[in-house]
């Protein structure tokens, strides 16, 4: 759902520019909470996994495919704050380079696609797991409910923008049919993705999922007159906190998946417009867009320029895209985790100030 430059006029396209910094600023701040020395080049690498997944189209329909847009993904595994962010590295590089969503349309893109869905794919997120039992099974089939709800929530908030400030005269009403039916479509090739990547997570390194730290250990039970209950807390031992596994391991693993996924398996995906590029020349949305203001980069449409070999072409650009992504994102999460404070670093300051 990668909105181009002409669908959305200038104000609308500002206002959405100046929520979407907002939320990155809020994010900012909020992934220094959520990064840690083994977090921060995890985000990097799920921020290089959507990267590749999203060149993956899939049919949903006739004519019509769709991608991942990966903010439920995200969010689960590293945090809302951090999500946020690997979804605007994502979608900034994409704009730049590939030639994927609209320069003028960066604001909205980041705000449709990776605040409404990490939003929106978090809280359903956290309160199903809040209501359900405490078990892998049960965080992967809330995982898959999650994303399923966050692309329509998407194509909702695409269609309020276009309410807004859309450059063409469509009824409003058929604008949200289409968006919203065809993307309930698409949420369910997101949920599949998102519940088998976070399922394979969990199942080999769960201390590794932002989203159910803590949550997955059943609490102590004892059998009184033949039924079991909560142990009273005083009775609980606590637990030795688990000796920190490396993850090398894992992010070599995951970034090996990611070049191939974007270097390989993206050849033979879906060739056929996605659901905003099938709705706007349906309902006539696309009669105002503009040509992408980086139309002529040597990376534009996920090729690489004067290779002729559609394979290698498409597949070397992935494998840059997947390579600039980690290496960008693994960047700023660093520095993000560099500049969180350590407790007692601000009392000290101020002590060696008054002194």
Known sequence: ?????????????????????????????????ELDER???????????????QMLNFPVAAGTSGHLMGGALAAILVGPYTAVLCLSVVLLLQGIF????????????ITVMGVVTV???????????????????????????????????????FTLLYWIGGTTDIPIGKVFTAMVGVH????IGEAIITALTVGAVLAVRPDLVHGVQGSLAAPLKLRIDGELVDAPAATRDPEPAPARRSTRGFWI?????????????????SADPDGLERVAADQG??????????ADSPLADYGVGDIANARLSGGLAGVIGVSATV?????????????????????????????
């Open 1 to 33: 759902m990668h909105v181009p430059d002409g669908f959305i006029d200038a104000p609308a396209s500002v206002a959405a520019g100046v929520f979407a910094a907002g939320a990155v600023a809020v994010s900012l701040r909020g992934a220094r909470r």
């Open 253 to 269: 693993t995951g970034l090996v998946s990611a070049f191939l996924l974007a270097g390989v398996v993206s050849f033979y995906a």
């Open 119 to 157: 939003v929106v794919a978090y809280a359903v997120f956290r309160l199903l797991t809040g209501l359900l039992p405490r078990t892998r099974r049960s965080a992967t089939a809330s995982a898959f409910v999650a994303a399923l709800v966050s692309v329509p929530a998407s194509a909702a908030a």
């Open 98 to 109: 590939f030639a994927d969503g609209g320069l003028t349309a960066l604001g909205v893109n």
């Open 327 to 355: 290496v960008v994102g693994t960047g700023v999460f660093w520095v993000i985790r560099r500049r969180r404070e350590e407790p007692g670093d601000a009392p000290r300051d101020r002590d060696h100030e008054n002194a």
């Open 285 to 294: 949305i696309d009669e105002k867009v503009e040509e992408h203001g980086a």
């Open 184 to 187: 309930v479509l698409i949420g």
């Open 39 to 53: 977090t921060a080049p995890l985000a990097g690498l799920v921020a290089a996994f959507v990267f590749a997944v």
